[in-house]
């Protein structure tokens, strides 16, 4: 339902400092994601566990990678790793 | 209803009419799960598309408007797509209780109240503006097949005629 040409869909929560770190690496590094906002109510985000398999935002998506994963501190190592200055990608 | 007075009277709307192209727009989509940034003309892609704009959530119309719908599965011949002032969240509230299978846009400036020309200032809600109640009928590439907006306030949309026209496009 998007028309974003993004490879990323970052699921996300308003105003979840764990998130906001994340978009944060995302506009460091110049990539372009798609939001996806979710519920606060944790046992309302069957969407995010069923990409990431596990209910916890932030949660990223690359199709350019085939990558999913949550915990913030993992994605943004994920990130850095991927994108960064000599990144793999 | 008959009613012994005259109903408010709107003034004269300047709403894109059948044969013309709808106005993109891109507003966050909400669905029954999460919402995010979606434009009208990636929804009119996937296929023939009913838009229909409605006052705030919680609204009795909107209770009315979106029990119809549900009743006459229009979801089911055609996407459906709602758009009001309303914030996200109360998108999903309503989306838990009705309008099966439809999508809301929020757009709480109402900034596409104007653009579609059905604007509609609340009396006694003070900087309060949202959409008149409308009802577009789009095809892939935006066309308007059939368009109607609310001349009075309240007006409900012609199902009947929403039918037909959804019969005669799909």
New interface residues.
Partial sequence: ????DSQITL?RLQACPFCERVVRVLDDLDLSY??????PMHADR??VKRVSGKRSVPAIVDENTGVKMSESANIVEYLTKTYGEGGAA | MELDFEVVSLPDSDHPSEGETAPDFTR??V?D???????L???T??GPTLLIFHPMDGAFPTTYIWNEIDDRGFAEDVQVVGVSISS?YEH?GLLKERAEGV?LFSDPAADLATAYGIENPLDGMTGVTEHRPAAFLLDESRTVHYAWAAAEWPAFPEYDEIEAAIDELV
């Fill in positions: 339902m998007s028309e974003s699921y798609q939001s996806r906002f979710v519920e069957d969407v | 966050p989509l669905n799960e999460y919402w995010e940034d979606a434009s003309s990636a929804v892609a996937e996200p999903k999508r």
